[in-house]
């Protein structure tokens, strides 16, 4: 500090002043502090120089003012920084009214310190819906791995357990920091359960890899007979179907494993198939004739419907049928059963004949039929009296039940023939 006895200074303003010989000085109430000598310049050079370093700490304590006011900066960083520039105007080398940027530290300190206590009940909020999210997770995880691996369908599960290991590490890395203590149970209780859902993974795959092993071997040796019936031809067919039941209850080796063996399986079915279908298309050849020679009988047989005899008829028919049955079979079997099914309808309509004639000369039937054929012809002739007896008599009524009676009676004689 200078004395009162100081001589004038060359450059006085009211926060510094520069001596005669380059030294500068703050005013701090009402005293003088020395901030330091600028010897080589003017004192309007000096006085300057150090105004520019107390326009920085102005800007530093202003722009913490401005990141306070926006928001977004943690209030405890903020106090520390605050802290830092108080400290560093606190006998400051630098010419200004310190004491005014002091009092602003100050009350923007104390503004920290509400937010502060602010942020800490939300940090300790957010800590706590931290754990319980991922306490979550956790109960998610754990509930994976108590599953019975037998009933699991694996794609789906393991896709859940990654995503849950990503959720989980998402959550620890944009997440708050959770106590070490806690974190760390929670860890060991996720990468247990997740260890869990592993190991039921392998031993899931192992013992699937196991059945489809012996699948594919139980299904090549189906494969071996099935290829060992192609020098059988169309008579293996019946033993390849036997193997082919075998085959649908073998089981599964796998997508790819199990479509190749299938292809090699089926290509002996297609082999066996292969020669009957050629078989059947050279009986389909050779039947060509005989299906023509059948038609030709069916045109023969059409004719039979115009022969009124029924004895005739038949003698037709019988012939026809004796040829038909010469020709042979035909392939393939609905072309057979389609020229048979018109043929049986021939036949059909000759049997129907034959009984009805039987029917009508059958003794029993046609004595009855002269006994109901006289009693219509007495019955006709009295109502042909009554009808004319009811005209003479102009009895309209009794004329018209007479020829209704009448009309049915001739109706049934002409039924029976009489």
């Given amino acids: 500090m200078t004395s009162a006895s100081t001589p004038e200074p060359a450059v006085s303003e009211p926060w510094g002043r520069v001596d005669d010989d380059g030294t500068v000085s703050v005013r701090e109430g009402d005293q003088w502090r020395v901030v330091g000598q600028y010897p080589d310049g003017s004192p309007e050079e000096a006085l300057a120089y150090f105004e520019r370093k107390y326009a920085d700490l102005a800007g530093e304590v202003t722009l913490l003012e401005v990141r306070h ?9 903020l106090r520390r920084t605050a802290q830092t520039v108080s400290e560093r105007i606190a006998g400051a080398s630098a010419v200004g009214d310190l004491a005014a940027l002091q009092a602003r530290v100050a009350a923007l300190t104390d503004a920290l310190a509400e937010a502060s206590a602010t942020e800490a009940q939300a940090a300790r909020e957010a800590v706590e819906a931290a754990v319980v999210e991922r306490t979550q997770l956790v109960e998610q995880m754990e509930a994976i791995a108590a599953r019975d691996p037998k009933t699991i369908q694996w794609k789906q599960t393991s896709a859940e357990s990654t995503a849950l290991f990503e959720r989980w590490q998402a959550h620890q890395s944009a ?27 392998r031993d899931f795959y192992a013992e699937l890899d196991e059945t489809h092993r012996t699948v594919r071997d139980a299904k ?12 059988k031809g169309e008579d293996g067919i019946g033993a390849y179907r036997e193997l082919l039941d ?3 209850s073998a089981g599964r080796a796998g997508k790819k494993v199990d479509d190749a063996l299938w292809d090699r399986f089926k290509a002996a079915g297609d ?43 038949r003698a037709l028919l019988t012939a026809i049928q004796r040829q038909w049955d010469e020709i042979g079979r035909i392939f393939p079997r609905e072309k057979e059963r389609a020229l048979d099914d018109e043929l049986r309808k ?73």
């Fill in 69 to 77: 006011r926006r928001g977004g900066a943690s209030s405890a960083d």
């Fill in 346 to 418: 021939i036949e059909q309509s000759v049997r129907t004949r034959e009984d009805a004639d039987w029917k009508r000369n059958n003794p029993e039937t046609r004595a009855r039929q002269s006994d109901m054929s006289q009693q219509l012809h007495e019955a006709i002739e009295r109502l042909e009296a009554e009808l004319a007896a009811a005209e003479e008599r102009k009895d309209a009524a009794a004329a018209a039940t007479a020829r209704e009676a009448l009309q049915a009676r001739k109706a049934w004689l002409k039924a029976l023939g009489g």
């Fill in 246 to 248: 075998q085959w649908k």
């Fill in 220 to 231: 090549q040796r189906l494969i071996e007979r099935a290829e060992a019936l192609l020098s």
């Fill in 271 to 313: 082999a066996l198939y292969g020669a009957r279908a050629e078989r059947e298309h050279a009986d389909a050849e050779a039947s060509r004739e005989k299906i023509e020679a059948k038609r030709a009988l069916l045109d023969q047989a059409g004719t039979i419907g115009q022969e009124k005899n029924t004895a005739k008829a």
């Fill in 175 to 201: 997440g708050p920091r959770l106590p070490k203590a806690v974190a760390q149970q929670l860890w060991k209780r996720f990468r247990d359960a997740r260890s869990t859902i592993d190991k039921h993974r």
